[in-house]
Structures are given as C-alpha cells and as structure tokens.
C-alpha cells in the first residue's frame, strides 16, 4: 500500500491543481472580453482553412468540449459557444486545431482515434481485472488487466502531442487571423497551458499505476 500512494499520489495531487488551475484560469480569462464568440472565432478559424464543412454545434454539456472527427463537427459547450470573452475563445479554437489536424492528416490524431476503443476497453475491463487479480492474487487476471491497462497508457501518451499541438495551431491562428492582439496572446495562453497540464497529470497517474502493478505482478505480492 505504501508503494501505491508513493507512485500514485504525487499524480493524483498534480491532477488537483491541474483542475484547480483550469477552473482558475477559466474563470479569469471569462472576465476579459473578446470582439466575438467562441463560435464565431472557430468558424473564422476553420473557413480560413476551407474547412466550410465543418459544422459547429452547441450542447448542453458544461466542459464538454470536443471535436468529433466521425461527424466532422466542434460541439462546443453554451460557455464557449456564446461566450465574448478569452477564455471562450481560446477553447473553441483549440477545438477547432483538432479540425485543421483531422484534414492535414495529423499522424498522432489518427493512432489516437485508432486506440480509443482499445482505451475504453482498458479503462473498464483492464481496472477490473488489475484489481480482482492483485486482491485476490491470481496473476493470470493481473497480468491480463496490465496488458489491457497498457491500452490506456498508449493512448493516452499518444493524446498528449495531439493536444498540445493543437493548443498552438490555436494560438498560432487567433493571432494570424486577427481575433485577438499579441498583447492577449499570453492570456490565452494561461487557459491553454492549465488544460495541457491536466492530460499531463492524467497520462503520469495512468503510468504509475501500470508501473504500481507491475511491481506487484514482478515480486508476487498483494
């Protein structure tokens, strides 16, 4: 137990204050007016690009944003969607980055849509078969929750430059495009960096699990 929280818990804590910035930053960034919605600014970001295609949708979803490359669509939560402000902006387009990476076939996106199922699966299944075999001590089940659990590693170290390039592919073009000055560029930035910091925290705490019980299935312990 004691090697748990050593592994897992400095992640699990930095996962916290990931958390604690986003909503920080989020909230700071939504007081600083912009000259469009989050909407708007991603179909400026998207027609400039010729992805007229592309839809753009409002759901009811607080921090659901997402773009689905099955639908081809940004479905944007009402504070994004409508929202005037920075913060509002800078999440949109960041949704929008994983459009532009969708149509130049951004190689990590592909592996990372590809390996969704897989992470699913793991995420489920593989937790239930990690903990039943390291519990009950039957290392056919743990050794078969740590491949499936591997699944969610992969994809979730595979995400990581996913995101993060498409943070700057929506810094990058909210300065080109004119929506917003270079002066609000680092304020931007701020909310883009807390969410970065969140998929960081989640990826390291996955890792230290993996490791967690495979140190359990190598010294053939409880």
Known sequence: MLMYFLLVLPPFLLGLYAQYRVKTAFRKMSDMPARMSGAQAARTMLDSAGLTSVGIERIDDHLGDHYDPGAKVLRLSPDVYDGRSLAALGVACHEAGHAFQDAKGYAPLAIRNLAVPLANF?????????????????????????????????????????????????????????????????????????????????????????????????????
């Open 122 to 222: 793991g995420s489920g299944i593989g937790v239930t078969l990690l903990m039943i075999g390291a519990f009950m001590a039957i290392k056919p089940l743990l050794w078969a929750g740590i491949i499936l659990f591997a699944g969610v590693v992969f994809f979730q170290l595979v995400n990581l430059p996913v995101e993060f390039n498409a943070s700057s592919r929506a810094r990058y073009q909210l300065v080109s495009q004119g929506l917003i000055t270079d002066q609000d560029e680092p304020y931007v930035a701020e909310v883009l960096n807390a969410a970065a910091l969140t998929y960081v925290a989640a990826t390291l705490q996955s890792i230290m699990t993996l490791v967690y019980y495979l140190w359990i299935a190598s010294n053939d312990r409880r």
